[in-house]
């Protein structure tokens, strides 16, 4: 490259050499910096995943939903309790004879990865297969959570004393092995080929099948370890016992360790009881009482915003970002899942006709609104991370500006024992979405299933959105908010925890009757 003088004797490159450099560094920037170009990994977002702010998309009914006004009757029955629905819990058997270490045939060690309420699943059917095979639980092993790097153990996140003292009559459970089979640990199924590690267990197992498989090397070593163990019992054809079973672990022994359920109920009782409360009330008085505040008074409901980077990229759906987010959702969907992203073969409106897209932050927004929510609501935001960060969530602040969630409630003292802590997390917002007068979940996932199942269970009031309703309705931009609304209200009625019976293969874990209740 030819170089030209200056008056003080540098050499420097002319107009035309300046923009082949400029050039070359943009072609080699990425290579020596990865982590602001490359995929996005799902800890560390790429700068220009959210460059563009997502503004409003639908402004034709954020606009109106921002002025509406619900009656004092639509405030009182959106709050109301749900009814009697004729279903009781029956989870109590006829107390067997405890078992004993001593006579069982062996012990059983499960190996559970997955986030929380997959773990919780795990356990419960690892204590159904112990009644199965007659055997002694060992304390499931949980894995490190390979998304969010959570090590937390099963004593720091449950109960242990009270888990292995509910199921004291049904199953032998104990905290360790003994001396004699202290080899049996994680580290040594990792470093090989052994005899007593299970990996064939085939998805949905039947009964049969632990007896024939698993029971024979109990009663020959001693101990049997089942990894992997995510969804490896059946949800058809067993003893009513078993199945009775699992709903007594599901709903009764899993109970958080008291450090969770303790900052829970600090939260629970900021949410109903705000500092300001009695300054509103005293305004409310010299102005008049304002009824339809008066109805949500004491009462909060608890939205699961699901809505991080992998729901988004997996859905191939467009979320307004602009073209830097559609490339880098695209990177990322294509690095982490390697093309079999199957739903990136449709346009946006056929998926969001399809009812295939996560609800976003502000369509969230307007479907609380259309139902009667109003900005005196007191929202708890459930959630991990959301995709787009505050940039995402304004337009639902806007809509809600009573809207908490862990970190504006909690002082930094009260949350140490749970901060970084995913599992631990989840654990505090399952607590106080189950103690909420109304849940809803913008997206279904294994939260949604788990508080979905335990709320119907304990009769709660929970809004499922109709996800193929509310897509048709937001692919219409020519429609009013009175239409939206009546859609919405009439779409939903039949949407808010009554009972729905399990069909088969579906799971006991999201369908708690008829296996878990019984009519009334």
Known sequence: MKLHKDYYGYYYPNQSQRAALAGLLVVLFPAFFPNLFGPLGRA???IFSEWN?????HLHLLNPALLSQSSVEQQSKLWSPLPNQGWKHCLEE?????LT???????IQVFLDGGLNQQ??????????????????VVPHLEVNPVWQDSSSFEEIFDLDHFIEVLRDEVSIVKDLPSEFSWSTREYYATGIRITRIKTAPVHASSDWYLENVLPILQRYGVAAISPFSHRLTFENLPKNIQRLRCKVNFKALAFVPHIRELGETLVNRLRYPPN???DAASDSQDGTNQIEKQGAGKFVVLHLRFDKDMAAHSACDFGGGKAEKLALAKYRQVIWQGRVLKSQFTDEELRNQGRCPLTPEEIGLLLAALGFNNSTRLYLASHKVYGGEARISTLRRLFPLMEDKKSLASAEEGAKVEGKASLLAAVDYYVSMQSDIFISASPGNMHNALVSHRAYMNLKTIRPSMSLLGKLFVNKSMEWSEFQHAVLD???????????RKE????????APDCMCQA
């Open 44 to 46: 560390s977002p790429s």
């Open 53 to 57: 702010a997502p503004k409003a998309r």
């Open 94 to 98: 006829p107390k067997s004879l405890s």
């Open 101 to 107: 270490p001593k006579g069982s045939t062996g012990y």
């Open 120 to 137: 919780k699943m795990g356990i419960c059917d690892a204590v159904a297969v112990a009644k199965i095979l007659n055997a002694t639980l």
């Open 277 to 279: 409360r009695n300054q």
């Open 491 to 501: 779409g939903h009625k039949s949407r808010q925890g009554q009972i729905r019976l």
């Open 505 to 512: 293969k579906q799971s006991i874990y999201t369908y708690p």
